[in-house]
Each structure stands twice: as C-alpha cells, then as structure tokens.
C-alpha cells in the first residue's frame, strides 16, 4: 500500500503564497510521475501542475508563472509553491503519484485533499 498525505494549505489573502507539501509513504520501490490538482466547488477536478520522475514539469495555463511543482526524490515528497494567489484559485488540492510498488507493478494514488481559500 502506498499513501500520500498533503499538508499546507489555508486561507490567505489575495496575492499572497502558500506551499503545499506530500508526502509519499509505504511500499514503494520509485515513484514515477507526480502531480497537483485542484476541485473548485461545483467544478471538475482539473490538473494544476505535473513533475516526471526525471524532473520534466507542466502547468495548467492559468497558473503559469504564479505556482512551482518541485518533488524531493530522497524524501518521496511532492511540493507546490503557490505565489500571487488569487480568489479562483480557491480549492480542495490533491496529490497524485504513480508508484511503483514491485517489479512491473505500478499503483495510482491519490492524497485527500488540503483546502486552499483566497479571500480577503
């Protein structure tokens, strides 16, 4: 079993910064791709940002140049910097992992969720 466990969000005023963090534990042998998304009320879940096991990143368009995914491989831990916050980024944020958990033996995670508010 692996799970994934976020911390970091809360309420913060509009142009301020928050940084989500997951951490990654149980049976795991690598963790391949990670990555954030975000459920706004009454929306669909949508992808904010991805990082490769090999660090390659990509971010929804809307958060391009406010938000930075970072992952620290010898901690199994997933990080997003969030700066310049604004109302409609408020939501519940999940952590994502494709883990490898044994020989061609791969599991997709989910974390349960941190609640982010922008509100002044």
């Known amino acids: 079993q692996v799970q994934l466990v976020e911390s970091g969000g809360g309420l913060v005023q509009p142009g301020g910064s928050l940084r989500l963090s997951c951490a990654a534990s149980?049976?795991?042998?690598?963790?391949?791709?990670m990555g954030w998304y975000r459920q706004a009320p009454g929306k669909q879940r949508q992808l904010v940002a991805t990082v490769t096991g090999g660090g390659l990143t990509d971010y929804l368009d809307s958060v391009k140049g406010r938000f930075t995914i970072s992952r620290d491989n010898t901690k199994n831990t997933l990080y997003l910097q969030m700066n310049t916050l604004k109302p409609e980024d408020t939501a519940v944020y999940y952590c994502?992992?494709?883990?490898?958990?044994?020989?061609?033996?791969?599991?997709?995670?989910w974390g349960q969720g941190t609640l982010v508010t922008v509100s002044s």
């Open positions: 149980g049976t795991i042998f690598s963790i391949e791709s």
């Open positions: 994502n992992a494709v883990a490898s958990t044994g020989p061609h033996k791969y599991l997709e995670v």
